[in-house]
């Protein structure tokens, strides 16, 4: 019994492997869809003083934040060399991760704002992303958002930076196809 035991861990990883290799192929054919929590920016919430048209108002990138963000791109890119769809969340840590990414134009979907704090509203920010992303889609796509929208998908707290892939139809909760760390 012990040798069946060591067997199966060596061939844990390669399993593995397949399984987020079979992840990315439904997202390359728009069967899933990939959401990422925003690229490394430090603290928790926003300031008091927050204006979604002012990024000085906001919690924002660090370097190691812009330098996640390249590397999803470099990764993406490498994934699948035609058009990307791109949503992002409207907050300016959001958009930056995005257009850092430059993998396609960023386009802003309401719905992938933060609703932490009160902000915006859990219930239905996420319902709207479900009926959005209620079907296959034309291209592999992308949406970038924060914690809590993340977390109100999959139920699992991700790093920022941190992406999932998820079966289509989106519901809740989703479908985790893939775990990708930052």
Request: glycine share 6%.
């Amino acid at each position: 019994m012990r040798w069946q035991t060591l067997i199966l861990l060596c061939l844990l990883p390669v399993l593995s492997a397949m399984a987020d290799e079979a992840a990315w192929d439904l997202w390359r054919e728009g069967k899933a869809v990939l959401i990422m929590r925003h690229a490394l920016a430090p603290g928790t919430g926003d300031p008091a003083n927050f204006q979604l048209a002012d990024c000085s108002t906001q919690r924002n990138l660090n370097e190691r934040g812009r330098q996640q963000s390249h590397a999803w791109g470099t990764l993406l890119q490498q994934q699948y060399a035609g058009e990307i769809a791109l949503y992002s969340s409207q907050w300016c840590r959001c958009l930056e991760t995005a257009r850092l990414m430059n993998i396609a134009a960023v386009q802003p979907l309401p719905a992938l704002n933060s609703f932490f704090a009160g902000r915006g509203s859990r219930k239905q920010q996420t319902e709207a992303l479900l009926q959005q992303f209620a079907a296959d889609q034309p291209m592999p796509t992308v949406l970038v958002s924060h914690q809590v929208n993340f977390t109100a998908l999959t139920g699992y707290f991700p790093a920022s930076g941190e992406a999932a892939i998820l079966a289509l139809p989106l519901t809740a909760p989703a479908t985790v196809l893939a775990r990708i760390e930052p």
